[in-house]
């Protein structure tokens, strides 16, 4: 197999022939990470001189660990703290090559990731965020070369060499691509190479928190008046983001709204969050917990007017699950389709509303009262594989059951039931891995789903769950075992 990719300009030659490139998974709680492996499956060494330098840095770093610090002066415990840190900010300009470098070879697609991102994630055990995060950095500050093989140098070539200085951190490097990406396009090319030399020159003297105000003049003397800003720029711009669910369970919502959506909003806040009610008395709440409320009116609302459209055949719904024990004592939490919690104690407070729909489980995670028997699932039955799968059951998949697919273990055609326990969720990414790629998905012995890659690229070919959507309790130790 041959291609041609391009990262950020630079243009690669890929070549794979099967059963050059396998992957072996060693099975960690229920996920695997990727070994080094050559065409029979053993594990290869590295390369002489990278496994060198490699030991060189870990004996180097365990020496460090070693020198005893009550002998130094002030001074000299602050200088050994300093340039720790500028040798430890060096480390991205190493990942920013390797990263290139698979998606160059094209590695996602050999191994069947979910692109460089979700290769990162599996092989390193990071968040998709994180793993994202890396890939756009390196995209930016990375290397780069012509069709012909020249070297065009970094997206953001002063960024770049204060990184690989170790003058800057990641942070610092973060916001000076959000500056630059947020600059009007309108721009000369002259300009916002200044502009991007004058940002990573004060990065160097800047803490973060400094950094953001120093770019926000610097935009506000390139665009004084928002003139240079076009529509095309405004809708770039454009986005709303909720971060994910904290233990407390808080999220944090981020985003720029485009003049008409503004406008919008604030109509629609104007009734729901007004500081004063209608008999004239004061409302005790604040600003930003009056707008919080009138959001979730507003979305109250538009469920309850049966005007959204419908996902993958369920009406737009508030779907939740519990166990039969949390209901009985009328605590701990409830899990919605799109993977947040929600307290049981509001949940059953908010039970008469026809737009949440609980699910309630037995001791055994099963579904109670949810029927089976046509060609395409039903509402009921999606919602019970809502409740029993909670998401794609691929290992190491992290998307929420509502944007997942419904999948026959032993397809209708060849005779599979449409019932419960010959259905499992998936995205629609991994479904094309069951029908194209040869990944075979059953039921386990414990009610869970499992997949088993093909040869090629697991010659062991394990059975793993995805643990994603069913963390394991850590509170009590597994069976057979004593605490």
């Not at 793993?131 to 756009?136: E, H």
């Amino acid at each position: 197999m041959h291609g041609r990719i391009q990262l950020g300009g630079r243009h690669c030659r890929w070549s794979t022939q099967s059963g050059e490139i396998a992957r072996a998974p060693e099975v960690v709680g229920g996920r695997s990470y990727y070994s080094n492996m050559s065409s029979n499956g053993v594990a290869e060494d590295l390369p002489d001189e990278v496994a060198s330098l490699l030991a060189e840095h870990a004996a180097v770093v365990a020496r460090l660990h070693q020198v005893p610090l009550a002998g130094l002066s002030d001074a000299g415990v602050l200088a050994v703290c300093r340039e720790v840190e500028r040798v430890h900010r060096m480390k991205p300009t190493v990942d920013h090559r390797l990263i290139v470098e698979m998606e160059c070879r094209s590695l996602a697609t050999v191994f069947l990731a979910r692109g460089t991102a979700g290769l990162l994630s599996e092989l390193l055990h990071l968040d998709v965020q994180e793993a994202r995060a890396r890939v756009r950095a390196a995209q930016l500050r990375g290397p780069r070369t012509s069709l012909s093989g020249a070297d065009l140098g970094p997206l953001q070539p002063a960024t770049a060499a204060a990184e690989a200085a170790g003058a800057i951190s990641p942070r610092h490097a973060d916001i000076v691509a959000k500056t630059m990406h947020d600059l009007p396009a309108s721009l000369d090319a002259e300009t916002v190479v200044l502009a991007e030399q004058t940002l990573a020159a004060q990065a160097c003297a800047l803490r973060p928190s400094e950094l953001v105000k120093a770019a926000e003049r610097l935009v506000a003397y390139l665009d004084p008046d928002g003139r240079e800003t076009s529509d095309a720029d405004r809708a770039r711009r454009r986005g709303f983001t909720i971060g994910r669910q904290r233990l407390d369970g808080m999220s944090r919502i981020s985003g720029e709204l485009d003049p008409m959506t503004r406008a919008l909003v604030d109509a629609a806040f104007s009734a729901a969050a007004r500081p004063v009610a209608e008999d004239g008395v004061a409302d005790p709440r604040s600003a930003a917990q009056r707008n919080h409320d009138a959001l979730a009116t507003l979305c109250r609302n538009a469920l309850a007017g049966g005007e959204l459209p419908s996902n993958r055949g369920l009406p737009a719904t508030v779907v939740v699950t519990m166990g039969l024990a949390d209901l009985d004592r009328r605590a701990g939490t409830a899990s919605t389709a799109s993977g947040g919690t929600v307290p049981v104690r509001d949940l059953l407070r908010r039970a008469a509303d026809a737009k949440w729909l609980p699910c309630v489980l037995d001791s055994t995670g099963q579904v109670l009262h949810l029927g089976t028997g046509q060609r395409l699932a039903s509402p009921a039955q999606r919602l019970a594989l809502y409740a029993r799968d909670r998401g794609c059951s691929r290992p190491g998949c992290e998307m929420p059951a509502q944007w997942t697919q419904v999948h026959h273990l032993t397809e209708w055609q060849h005779g599979g039931p449409t019932d419960l326990h010959n259905l499992a969720l998936v995205c629609p990414f991994d479904h094309r891995l069951i029908t194209h790629e040869g990944f075979t998905v059953r039921m386990g012995t414990h009610g869970r789903i499992e997949w088993i890659a093909p040869r090629h690229v697991d010659p062991q070919r394990v059975p793993r769950t995805n643990p994603i959507h069913h963390p394991p309790d850590l509170t009590h130790p597994p069976e057979g075992r004593d605490p």
